[in-house]
Structures are given as C-alpha cells and as structure tokens.
Nanobody
Framework: QVQLVESGGGLVQPGGSLRLSCAAS????????IGWFRQAPGKEREGVSC????????YYVDSVKGRFTLSRDNANNMVYLQMNSLKPEDTAIYYC???????????????????????WGQGTQVTVSS
C-alpha cells in the first residue's frame, strides 16, 4: 500500500522559511517522478515543484522560482521542499504527490500535471501571515 505523509507546515511570518517533508512508503521512489502541489481556498490545485526520477529535470512554477528548492533522498524515500522568503500568497494546503515513471520519460512541467499524479498525501497547511 502506497502512502505519502507530509509534515513541516505551520504559521510563519512573511519573509520567513519552512521546510516541508514527504515520507513515502510502499514504493521505491527511484522509479517515480514526485513533487509538491498546493491548493488555496477557492483556487484550483497547482503544481509547485516536481522532480524527475533521474533528478535530471526539476520544474518550478514561476511564482516560486528562486525561493523554493525541491530535493529528494531516494535511499530514505524522502522528498523535501525548502521554502524561503515566504509571501502571504503562498498560503495553501501543500500536498506531496507522485507518478510512476520507470523509463524516466516525463520531464519539465509535465511532471507536475495534477491529473496525472497517481498517489497523493493528505496535505499540510502552510499559512504566511503577520
């Protein structure tokens, strides 16, 4: 049974930092593309950052480029999202999600296609407010 469990969310002031973690079980991450998504109240879920199974391709949505950094630790089945210089508009529930890609063919923005993700975590709330 595949499980993704997020942690690390919370309340932070504008300009602050948070580090989200995603623990994966029931699968071997080295055959999956994986990433972070977020959904703010009244908005559609969007792909924030995703990384290919080979780590050769990393995608960031424009609004977080230069502020967020995605990394993965396949040996421990962990994925992280370091979020710096947080803004109020980053407030959302953040989800970890993954899709199988044994041949490593999926790269770029396609890795963050919400409809194509196979497994989702339960989400962690990030609130940026003074």
């Amino acid at each position: 049974q595949v499980q993704l469990v997020e942690s690390g969310g919370g309340l932070v002031q504008p300009g602050g930092s948070l580090r989200l973690s995603c623990a994966a079980s029931g699968l071997s991450l080295d055959t999956y593309a994986i990433g972070w998504f977020r959904q703010a109240p009244g908005k559609e879920r969007e792909g924030v950052s995703c990384i290919s199974r080979s780590d050769r391709s990393t995608y960031y949505v424009d609004s977080v480029k230069g502020r967020f950094t995605l990394s993965r630790d396949n040996a421990n089945n962990m994925v992280y999202l370091q979020m710096n210089s947080l803004k109020p508009e980053d407030t959302a529930i953040y989800y970890c999600a993954t899709r199988k890609d044994p041949l490593g063919l999926i790269t770029g923005q396609r890795m963050c296609a919400t409809r194509d993700m196979g497994y989702w975590g339960q989400g962690t709330q990030v609130t940026v407010s003074s």
